[in-house]
């Protein structure tokens, strides 16, 4: 298979900021999240390693709870590394999935190649330089990350997404692109878009609709408030597409008010059967 598609306006992400999204979206024991869980240990590494050598000089730290603060530390950096491989193994498995998926340079080809879900399952990874590769020689480079929800029905990379590695015999390029540009992560520039939102204006809020859906699926939507959670919306929105015209909350509030209610409806009715079958397991 080496079809040549062309590379639709999506909401790019880089590795990197893939990663985070997970870190984000995967939560600890306590319900943080391992984003929150690696900043905190940071932080407080950060601080102590410059308070702790003054306060034991001014005597207003003993020994001893020096100590204690440093083994704290410590568990809180186990901690924070034991969430990071949590997100980045979810990473890697909703790739095999097909949940997201990823676009990169390689040494025998100028532009962006598809990177097969299955291919996930032995490809190593460093996020921090977007790179994935398997020795000797397979590397992709610059990689250029979105969600396979973010594509429209029927676009040539859903299919090849959904072709078995026997039918996927070399990565298709995705689009020729001038080598001295990436993917954006953002649009470059306003363009004109189907009309997907209110009427009268031309809007990307079916990429406001993908990401709510993903909220639910990660069990991340604001189950309090509508209003609250269409403002989250309109913020991330805001984020992620700063040149893009502003979607305002009362428009998303609208258009994902259905979607919004089964979600609170599936979520209560869990909690109700949850609690009955607690109230079973007491009896």
Same mark, same amino acid.
């Given at each position: 298979? /080496? ?38 240990? +940071?932080?407080? &590494? ?6 702790? #050598? ?6 207003? $730290? ?9 083994? +704290? ?14 997100? $980045? ?45 398997? @020795? ?14 973010? $594509? &429209?029905?029927?676009?040539?990379? +859903?299919?090849?997404?959904? &072709?078995?590695? *026997? ?19 953002? #649009? ?9 939102? *209110? ?22 939507? /604001? ?7 269409? &403002? @989250? ?10 040149? %893009? ?8 509030? /609208?258009?994902?008010? /259905? ?8 979520? %209560?009715?869990?909690? @109700?059967?949850?609690?009955? *079958? ?6």
């Amino acid at each position: 298979m /080496n079809s040549h598609v062309d590379l639709p306006l999506l909401p790019w992400r880089t590795l990197a900021e893939m990663y985070q999204h997970y870190l984000e979206r995967t939560r600890s024991e306590d319900f943080s999240t391992a984003a929150e869980v690696v900043r905190t240990a +940071e932080q407080k &590494s950060a601080i102590a390693k410059v308070a702790m #050598p003054v306060q034991l000089k001014s005597g207003s $730290l003993t020994q001893e709870r020096a100590a204690e603060i440093e083994a +704290e530390i410590i568990d809180m950096q186990a901690q924070a590394e034991r969430m990071k491989r949590i997100a $980045l193994h979810r990473l890697t498995q909703e790739a095999v999935e097909g949940r997201w998926f990823a676009v990169g340079k390689t040494a025998s080809h100028a532009s962006y190649e598809l990177i097969h879900p299955k291919h996930w399952n032995f490809l190593l990874v460093n996020c921090s330089s977007g790179t994935a590769w398997r @020795e000797p020689s397979l590397r992709y480079t610059d990689l250029r990350c979105a969600f396979k929800s973010d $594509l &429209s029905s029927g676009h040539a990379i +859903e299919m090849a997404l959904e &072709s078995s590695p *026997a039918e996927y015999t070399s990565p298709p390029p995705v689009a020729t692109l001038d080598p001295t540009h990436s993917p954006p992560t953002v #649009p470059a520039a306003p363009r004109q878009f189907a009309q997907t939102g *209110a009427p009268g204006r031309p809007t990307l809020m079916h990429l406001v609709q993908a990401e709510f859906r993903q909220r639910v699926a990660d069990r991340c939507v /604001n189950l309090g408030s509508i209003k609250a959670e269409a &403002s @989250e919306l309109r913020d991330w929105f805001a984020a992620k597409y700063p040149l %893009e015209r502003r979607i305002s909350a009362g428009t998303i509030e /609208n258009k994902i008010r /259905n979607e919004y209610r089964n979600a609170k409806a599936e979520a %209560e009715a869990e909690a @109700e059967a949850e609690a009955e *079958a607690e109230g079973a397991t007491k009896l």
